[in-house]
């Protein structure tokens, strides 16, 4: 029998770990009432009400996780006991939170219980906890931080405090993931995206909408450029579609409903319009507009392309959670028999894609399928083991580590979902395959087979980097804004050391700008000390000092952000490493 | 004294022949119930209520043209005479279109005045005709179609019947005309556009918003490239702004105002949002995000962009009107000392651009400067001194063809706008370049002087395509689906002549495609004859065919679309020739 995530002993360290931090917050705050005490991703928190009385400050943190250290020390088991509702209620008699909780149980039906922590300490909980306090390392957690937050999370209740901690099963776990927090701090792509201007935000313009600057476009244009190439070599056509479209189109699709509140509507004098929540929908219009035959197949379009999500603004940020969504979107059009060649083709993007930004390095697949409840799903057993099936062959036959995970799949086809780790071990869920039995059948798309008999195409949805703005985010923390000489804004700068040099250095400028390298010459009126300073500042891959020497043998004295000094060479050798260099992005 | 559009001689050609035609009409047809005639810019036209009586048809036109002819032979003479309100009505009795026509012009307090056309016609006219119709050329005018109008504009009153007639100063200027329309029609970019496979529409996606098929998506990339490399060599950066932003946007920049219900309104849960009707005020929000100094300056930015007006369906058509329109935006920011250059390096691009798209015949350029009345302009006399005398010397400068026109600046500052002929000799506004006094103020933009001040800048707006969609659609018809090699989807077709030469065919197809040539192969099976006939009317510039002595010898046999057989070649020698065709744009 399979483990489920709350059965995980993580989980349950966690969990009674929640307990624990609510007995010692009562040991210094006898007047806190408690609320909820959930696990979280990296640990665990507690909302207590704290009256009008004393809160606990930051500084009260180390007095409580001591007293939660020695209660570990004292080795408490956890017992249960099932009681009922009138028993809860007068357990909870004088805390509001838990009684409502226990009113809801009865009301749903649901098993009541209590958990106790030692003889005197118990708790209102559904369980899942270690066996007694001792079995948790006690420097394997840390408490975190405090924060508001409301209860049941309307702005209508009280605002409760909440106590974070971060919980491990090991010290190592523990300080790992602290200094990879520490770490990421540094590489907020929010602070380096504007320290290196790649992108800024107006509140003239909106929540969750960044504009690019020079550098950003640059950056994304490359991304972009890079994508296409991949996919050009392999017989992608681009396409171009409006942002928006009328409901009608979605209501074909199926996104109207799937979508619903998400949906941006656009009103105009005659006509309502939808701003467009996939791609899909469109670029089945445009096949429709041809009658292609098996000769024709597959046919392949690819378009970077804008989506839009009304997400609610607290929970936007940067670039990594944005209401404007340009996917590198394309789907494909096939034969059931082509299916598997051409998702192994898209597999070869992704890994050629992923090598470049060095995130191989502990990628995992999950192959999303069906679960036993087949009728969940859209398409009949054949079609969906063909297309399982090409899935896994694809991601055997191309070497992937990949995992079975069922019930993941969409109810319109089965996936493979690429999670990659960035430089700081995070991991990212970023390029995905999906096979669509849906949407050829609710757009009616057929394709005329050699027996001259309409027949319905399978559709593939791919995104190589998912949406080019949060990949942009995940590059800027990747790299912390030191990008590969390719995606550089400037990937060399000029420096003459004094005015009697600028005229030689703007020559080299011009020869290498010329040559497409995005080369820069400072000739500003500062020391070189400085020159170099700001250049550093900026993440440049090179900078070419310009004095005497250089002007009278025709060269560069060439040095790189982290390799050093290079040396001195002829502008040719110069001009010929960057572009070997760029053309291999390296 | 100048001249008004009004008091041009063809202006009253034009009117006059608007009275013959409804004299001609009550001739045949004397229940009719004349409503307007006015002037249009190829000729005139009447509406006219004929009741549930007999309506002329297509048919009729001749014989009403033939009673024209016979008036203007009769040279009756025009003749004015003004009257009261009361004498008016009493002449219109039975009228009720003119009878409501006369109260407006009581109520507004207007001269109501009557034209005789002999002695015993008259209408209720404000006059601008000939002496007599015996001025008029009884060739020069022609009766072009019937349609439908309803009464004032209004779907709310009665369908009227509008009789169009063509009409010029000589017969020559009419059959031009004529053969022009003749020749658009042909040229149809909507009929070429689905032939060619460059667009399509959907009506799930809506009206005005056409998707872009791979050979649409092909041309706009070469002209978006094209045109990026124009402005990359002096010096603009490329940036993406978001399709939408809150009103707070538009309300600063004037444009919410401005374009009023224009406007598409975007509603979300928690924000409301416009669909950008204009992408400067995105721009500013960049520059702003920056403190820039006078050694940054100009900075220049670039985005091909999409703006949204919500146009009246019935206005939309093809690419040519469209509620999604992609600008090839771009603003600069510079001092007033560097307009002049800067204007300068515009119309060099716009020169270069037009030149290669052989557009440069016949072209005119208005440069609009304001008018006596000063108040309606914002900014200073200095600066408008410097901005249109900038304008002028860059005219000047650049040999172009200009007429200064009064009054035509906007209210933000002069401008210069580009008017050039295609292939039939239709005149399409396209390029402009407009100095801008009112965006920097409202958006309080500036720069630090030489001094440590604070100054504000000029912005430059400046389109060179001006929308890409328009200028698509204008270039299907100027080169009726003939593109020149850089342009064209497919640039070249190899032919195989048998199944013996299909292996050697995909290898040269392979040779070319790898090379970046947009190449094709055509193994289908049918005869030579039937795959140059398929070419043909893909108008593919180039096709090369393939049989055993091209096997033999390494070749392929070229032939062009107009210039016929080039002849056996060497595959390096074809993809060294259409390398270099390609990189002239010829």
Same mark, same amino acid.
């Given at each position: 029998?399979?483990?489920?995530?709350?059965?995980?002993?993580?989980?349950?360290?966690?969990?009674?770990?929640?307990?624990?931090?609510?007995?010692?917050?009562?040991?210094?705050?006898?007047?806190?009432?408690?609320? +909820?005490?959930?696990?979280?991703?990296?640990?665990?928190?507690? %909302?207590?009400?704290?009256?009008?009385?004393?809160?606990?400050?930051?500084?009260?943190?180390?007095?409580?996780?001591?007293?939660?250290?020695?209660?570990?020390?004292?080795?408490?088991?956890?017992?249960?006991?099932?009681?009922?509702?009138?028993?809860?209620?007068?357990?909870?008699?004088?805390?509001?939170?838990?009684?409502?909780?226990?009113?809801?149980?009865?009301?749903?039906?649901?098993?009541?219980?209590?958990?106790?922590?030692?003889?005197?300490?118990?708790?209102?909980?559904?369980?899942?906890?270690?066996?007694?306090?001792?079995?948790?390392?006690?420097?394997?957690?840390?408490?975190?931080?405090?924060?508001?937050?409301?209860?049941?999370?309307?702005?209508?209740?009280?605002?409760?405090?909440?106590?974070?901690?971060?919980?491990?099963?090991?010290?190592?776990?523990?300080?790992?993931?602290?200094? /990879?927090?520490?770490?990421?701090?540094?590489?907020?792509?929010?602070?380096?995206?504007? /320290?290196?201007?790649?992108?800024?935000?107006?509140?003239?313009?909106?929540?969750?909408?960044?504009?690019?600057?020079?550098?950003?476009?640059?950056?994304?244009?490359?991304?972009?450029?890079?994508?296409?190439?991949?996919?050009?070599?392999?017989?992608?056509?681009?396409?171009?579609?409006?942002?928006?479209?009328?409901?009608?189109?979605?209501?074909?699709?199926?996104?109207?409903?799937?979508?619903?509140?998400?949906?941006?509507?656009?009103?105009?004098?005659?006509?309502?319009?939808?701003?467009?929540?996939?791609?899909?929908?469109?670029?089945?219009?445009?096949?429709?507009?041809?009658?292609?035959?098996?000769?024709?197949?597959?046919?392949?379009?690819?378009?970077?392309?804008?989506?839009?999500?009304?997400?609610?603004?607290? /929970?936007?940020?940067? =670039?990594?959670?944005?209401?404007?969504?340009?996917?590198?979107?394309?789907?494909?059009?096939?034969?059931?028999?082509?299916?598997?060649?051409?998702?192994?083709? +898209?597999?070869?993007?992704?890994?050629?894609?992923?090598?470049?930004?060095?995130?191989?390095?502990?990628? #995992?697949?999950?192959?999303?399928?069906?679960?036993?409840?087949?009728?969940?799903? =859209?398409?009949?057993?054949?079609? #969906?083991?063909?297309?399982?099936?090409?899935?896994? %062959?694809?991601?055997?036959?191309?070497?992937?580590?990949?995992?079975?995970?069922?019930?993941?799949?969409?109810?319109?086809?089965?996936?493979?979902?690429?999670?990659?780790?960035?430089?700081?071990?995070?991991? #990212? /869920?970023?390029?995905?395959?999906?096979?669509?039995?849906?949407?050829?059948?609710?757009?009616? =798309? @057929?394709?005329?087979? @050699?027996?001259?008999?309409?027949?319905?195409?399978?559709?593939?949805?791919?995104?190589?980097?998912?949406?080019?703005?949060?990949?942009?985010?995940?590059?800027?923390?990747?790299?912390?804004?030191?990008?590969?000489? #390719?995606?550089?804004?400037?990937?060399?700068?000029? =420096?003459?050391?004094?005015?009697?040099?600028?005229?030689?250095?703007?020559?080299?400028?011009?020869?290498?700008?010329?040559?497409?390298?995005?080369?820069?010459?400072?000739?500003?009126?500062?020391?070189?000390?400085?020159?170099?300073?700001?250049?550093?500042?900026?993440?440049?891959?090179?900078?070419?000092?310009?004095?005497?020497?250089?002007?009278?043998?025709?060269?560069?004295?060439?040095?790189?952000?982290?390799?050093?000094?290079?040396?001195?060479?002829?502008?040719?050798?110069?001009?010929?490493?960057?572009?070997?260099?760029?053309?291999?992005?390296?």
């Amino acid at each position: 029998m399979s483990q489920t995530p709350e059965e995980s002993s993580l989980y349950k360290i966690r969990h009674s770990l929640a307990h624990i931090l609510l007995m010692a917050v009562k040991h210094h705050f006898p007047h806190a009432i408690p609320t +909820i005490g959930p696990v979280t991703d990296t640990g665990f928190y507690y %909302d207590l009400d704290f009256k009008d009385e004393l809160k606990p400050s930051l500084d009260d943190l180390p007095k409580i996780e001591e007293t939660m250290r020695e209660i570990i020390k004292r080795n408490l088991s956890f017992r249960s006991e099932e009681v009922t509702a009138d028993q809860a209620r007068a357990l909870f008699e004088f805390n509001p939170y838990k009684k409502e909780i226990i009113n809801d149980l009865e009301k749903e039906g649901k098993e009541i219980t209590i958990y106790y922590t030692g003889d005197d300490f118990f708790d209102l909980c559904v369980g899942n906890h270690t066996e007694s306090t001792g079995e948790i390392q006690a420097d394997s957690f840390k408490l975190d931080k405090i924060a508001g937050a409301y209860w049941r999370g309307s702005e209508k209740n009280t605002m409760l405090t909440r106590i974070y901690g971060l919980a491990f099963e090991t010290r190592e776990e523990l300080n790992t993931y602290i200094e /990879q927090q520490e770490e990421a701090k540094k590489r907020d792509h929010r602070i380096i995206g504007a /320290q290196l201007k790649i992108f800024t935000t107006s509140p003239l313009v909106g929540p969750g909408l960044p504009l690019l600057q020079p550098n950003g476009m640059t950056i994304r244009k490359e991304i972009e450029d890079y994508l296409w190439s991949l996919h050009k070599k392999k017989g992608y056509s681009r396409v171009w579609t409006p942002h928006i479209a009328k409901e009608a189109l979605y209501v074909t699709s199926g996104h109207a409903e799937k979508f619903g509140d998400e949906l941006f509507r656009v009103q105009g004098k005659e006509d309502a319009f939808i701003l467009k929540p996939m791609n899909c929908p469109h670029h089945m219009q445009i096949f429709s507009d041809n009658q292609f035959s098996y000769k024709d197949m597959p046919v392949r379009y690819f378009e970077p392309a804008t989506v839009y999500r009304d997400e609610k603004s607290g /929970q936007l940020g940067g =670039l990594l959670r944005v209401r404007a969504i340009t996917q590198d979107d394309g789907h494909l059009f096939c034969t059931k028999d082509q299916i598997q060649e051409e998702v192994s083709t +898209i597999v070869g993007i992704i890994k050629e894609f992923y090598s470049t930004f060095n995130m191989m390095d502990g990628y #995992w697949v999950s192959l999303s399928v069906r679960d036993d409840n087949k009728s969940k799903y =859209l398409g009949s057993d054949e079609v #969906w083991g063909i297309a399982e099936g090409a899935l896994e %062959d694809a991601a055997k036959a191309n070497g992937l580590n990949y995992k079975r995970v069922e019930g993941e799949a969409t109810f319109y086809g089965p996936k493979l979902d690429f999670m990659f780790k960035d430089a700081i071990g995070r991991q #990212w /869920q970023l390029a995905t395959i999906q096979c669509d039995f849906n949407l050829p059948e609710r757009f009616d =798309l @057929n394709y005329i087979t @050699n027996e001259g008999k309409k027949e319905r195409p399978v559709v593939i949805h791919r995104a190589i980097s998912g949406s080019i703005e949060r990949f942009m985010g995940v590059m800027i923390e990747h790299f912390a804004g030191a990008f590969p000489l #390719w995606l550089s804004p400037t990937q060399i700068t000029i =420096l003459p050391i004094t005015d009697k040099h600028h005229e030689y250095a703007h020559k080299v400028n011009s020869i290498l700008f010329d040559a497409d390298i995005r080369s820069e010459c400072d000739d500003a009126k500062e020391g070189l000390g400085k020159k170099i300073s700001n250049v550093r500042k900026m993440k440049t891959p090179y900078w070419a000092v310009i004095g005497d020497n250089e002007i009278a043998n025709g060269t560069v004295t060439l040095e790189h952000r982290t390799e050093g000094k290079v040396g001195e060479m002829k502008v040719e050798e110069l001009l010929e490493r960057l572009r070997e260099e760029i053309k291999n992005k390296k």
